[in-house]
């Protein structure tokens, strides 16, 4: 049987804390888990992204800015760089900083848990696509809370959004997809 990881992935730097748990094989690539990380946040993969780990940088190495070298990340297996307890970065979108930090919660090489990427659990809604990183993120959530005092042209852009509500069934259901 193969081993599988779990893995704690939260959003830096914003509050109520947005969170998914995810169980993943641990022979699953690193593109492998960025496919996995965009289904189960609920992002529309539409911009660049980053793996930081122990200092090394993994994506598409086309995105490689400032002399700093990007290993390709569709070579690199997560059971060759991870193990229990380590704690490491993904960065979405470059231009909003979407910063999210990965806990490896378990290996577990005897390899019981689902043998295809799962969401467990979660809270709270991931936020819209290009709607302002950490920073502009709580603007966005305050329209929605109090729309009598947004710009209508600003809720539209939102549409329905409930920063609370957070679909487990759906991020099952895109990981499949």
């Known amino acids: 049987m193969a081993s599988i990881l779990t893995?704690?992935?939260h959003l830096q730097d914003i509050e109520p804390q947005i969170w998914r748990r995810l169980?993943?094989?641990?022979?699953?690539t690193l593109a492998g888990l960025h496919s996995a990380i965009q289904a189960v946040m609920g992002w529309e993969d539409?911009?660049?992204?980053?793996?930081?780990?122990?200092?090394?940088?993994?994506?598409?190495p086309e995105d490689a800015a400032g002399g700093r070298e990007i290993l390709e990340e569709g070579n690199v297996r997560l059971a060759q760089i991870l193990s229990d307890g380590m704690h490491f970065?993904?960065?979405?979108d470059f231009g909003d900083d979407w910063r999210h930090e990965i806990f490896v919660e378990s290996l577990d090489a005897?390899?019981?848990?689902?043998?295809?990427?799962?969401?467990?659990?979660?809270?709270?809604?991931?936020?819209?696509?290009?709607?302002g990183g950490p920073y502009g993120y709580p603007e966005l959530v305050e329209a929605v809370?109090?729309?009598?005092?947004?710009?209508?042209?600003?809720?539209?852009?939102?549409g329905e959004f409930d920063p609370e509500h957070f679909d487990l069934e759906l991020a099952n259901k895109r990981l499949r997809a």
């Open 7 to 9: 893995l704690r992935i």
């Open 145 to 158: 809370r109090s729309p009598k005092a947004a710009d209508p042209e600003y809720l539209d852009w939102i």
């Open 23 to 28: 169980s993943i094989p641990a022979d699953m």
């Open 46 to 60: 539409a911009h660049i992204h980053m793996f930081t780990i122990d200092g090394t940088r993994y994506g598409n």
């Open 110 to 131: 005897g390899g019981d848990g689902p043998q295809v990427p799962t969401c467990l659990a979660g809270e709270n809604a991931c936020p819209p696509e290009d709607s």
């Open 89 to 92: 970065l993904y960065t979405y």
